[in-house]
């Protein structure tokens, strides 16, 4: 789960993007949402698993690249995923596969604000970047049978699940969106040496308390 959320994050650091979120296979190849750069992008990737539609089910079928670089000019294509994508501010979407040989397990999605195609080169680094984890995480299941990966995919899961109560619990406590929520126990648990999960965990049941992010640091 930690990492996954900074491969989304890396990508969005060094592609020019805006957001990004992945989704993984499981063993029944569906595609479950492991990690997302915001908490905005995690519901846009629920929503194409739960209607069926979207870059990421594409490229995952296909296996290969799916981009729009315009979604008001190409509604038509994903007619539930678009609008919800526009409204949440986003203007292109491009899906790269997981894929090694003639395995794919899974797609990672790039969000962008404005229309318009990614430069070539960052379509590379993206690729790479992508490749790299597939084979990291395919070594990964070679070393471990079908019940160590089930429970994975569960515990990552539900480590989402944790994240997510974290989030609320924040953002009604400090008065932050989602985004701003996630961004302060992000940036907490990376300046305490803490696991992402651990920290949310102990936000939930009231074992660790944030500090109140001083007035413009949101």
């Known amino acids: 789960m930690e990492f996954l959320i900074r491969l989304c ?6 592609l020019g993007v805006d ?19 915001s908490t905005q992008v995690w519901q846009l990737e ?18 290969v690249a799916v981009v729009t670089t315009d979604l008001a ?6 007619p539930r995923f678009s609008p ?40 590379r680094i993206a690729q790479a970047l992508t490749d790299v984890a597939t084979i990291g995480l395919l070594h990964h299941r070679e070393r471990a049978d079908q019940a160590t990966l089930i429970g994975q995919l569960h515990t990552a899961v539900s480590s989402r699940v944790v994240i997510e109560q974290a989030n609320g619990m924040l953002a009604e406590r400090f008065g932050l969106t989602p985004d701003q929520a996630f961004r302060l ?7 305490h040496n803490r696991r992402l999960t651990d920290l949310a965990a102990a936000v939930v049941t009231g074992r660790e308390d944030l500090y109140r992010p001083e007035p413009g640091s949101r």
Do not use: K
Not at 185 to 191: E, V
């Open 19 to 37: 957001a990004a979120g992945l989704l993984l296979a499981d063993p029944q190849d569906r595609l479950q949402v492991m990690a997302a750069s």
């Open 84 to 123: 919800a994508c526009r409204q949440a501010g986003f203007a292109a979407v491009h899906a790269l596969p997981m894929r090694y040989h003639d395995q794919v397990i899974g797609a990672m999605n790039l969000f962008a604000h404005s229309p318009g195609p990614l430069h070539p080169d960052s379509v």
């Open 9 to 14: 994050d890396h990508c969005v650091r060094v």
């Open 185 to 191: 126990l992000r940036q907490y648990a990376r300046d």
């Open 46 to 63: 629920v929503l194409q698993t739960e209607i069926g539609q979207g870059p990421c089910l594409d490229c995952h079928r296909a296996g």
């Open 73 to 78: 000019a190409d509604g038509e294509r994903w």
